[in-house]
Antibody, heavy 121, light 107 residues
Framework: EVQLVESGGGLVKPGGSLRLSCAASGFTFSSYSMNWVRQAPGKGLEWVSSISSSSSYIYYADSVKGRFTISRDNAKNSLYLQMNSLRAEDTAVYYC??????????????WGQGTLVTVSS | DIQMTQSPSSLSASVGDRVTITCRASQSISSYLNWYQQKPGKAPKLLIYAASSLQSGVPSRFSGSGSGTDFTLTISSLQPEDFATYYCQQSYSTLEAFGQGTKLEIK
């Protein structure tokens, strides 16, 4: 069974940093691209970032480019999102999602339960 | 960037109804269109990918159609568990974009 479990969310002050993790199991992690998608309270879904299976291709939404860094450790079956210079508008539930392809095909077929990030003073 | 626009934003329907949700892209995306279902407090679930392919395990009452800029998600006979919010998402560009969502409510 595919499982994705996010962790690392919490309350952080504006300008602060946070690192999210996503532990994957039930599939060959190194064979799939991965995505981060977020959802602000009461709002719709917003794609944040994608990383290909070998980390060769990485993409970011304009809203987070230069502040967030996606990475993965295939030996540890883990995906990460380093978030710096956080703003109030980054407050959201952050979902880790498996992409359907080895190379990014931008289709998330399995999702974690999400972790809440709150940016507030 | 490609913009995705869904209509309607909300919809009231009854169990057994046939329901159609529309998604329009700001430019042609061929058949690179996905549909997701999200229930309150839960993660999204992939229903349809590549415009018309049913994800494994999804009931056959869900179907998708369209290509180019205009797409539809159809639920042939609404069941109680189908009341949720539905999102389209283009997969043509790696700069993924979701529609704003359609909330399907019980009439």
């Amino acid at each position: 069974e595919v499982q994705l479990v996010e962790s690392g969310g919490g309350l952080v002050k504006p300008g602060g940093s946070l690192r999210l993790s996503c532990a994957a199991s039930g599939f060959t992690f190194s064979s799939y691209s991965m995505n981060w998608v977020r959802q602000a309270p009461g709002k719709g879904l917003e794609w944040v970032s994608s990383i290909s299976s070998s980390s060769s291709y990485i993409y970011y939404a304009d809203s987070v480019k230069g502040r967030f860094t996606i990475s993965r450790d295939n030996a540890k079956n883990s995906l990460y999102l380093q978030m710096n210079s956080l703003r109030a508008e980054d407050t959201a539930v952050y979902y880790c999602a498996r992409d359907q392809g080895k190379n990014i095909v931008a289709t998330s077929d399995y999702w974690g339960q999400g972790t809440l990030v709150t940016v507030s003073s | 960037d490609i913009q995705m626009t869904q209509s309607p934003s909300s919809l009231s329907a009854s169990v057994g109804d046939r329901v159609t949700i529309t998604c329009r892209a700001s430019q042609s995306i061929s058949s690179y269109l996905n549909w997701y279902q999200q229930k309150p407090g839960k993660a999204p679930k992939l229903l349809i990918y590549a415009a018309s392919s049913l994800q494994s395990g999804v009931p056959s009452r869900f179907s998708g159609s369209g290509s180019g800029t205009d797409f539809t998600l159809t639920i042939s006979s609404l069941q109680p568990e189908d009341f949720a919010t539905y999102y389209c998402q283009q997969s043509y560009s790696t700069l993924e974009a979701f529609g704003q969502g359609t909330k399907l409510e019980i009439k």
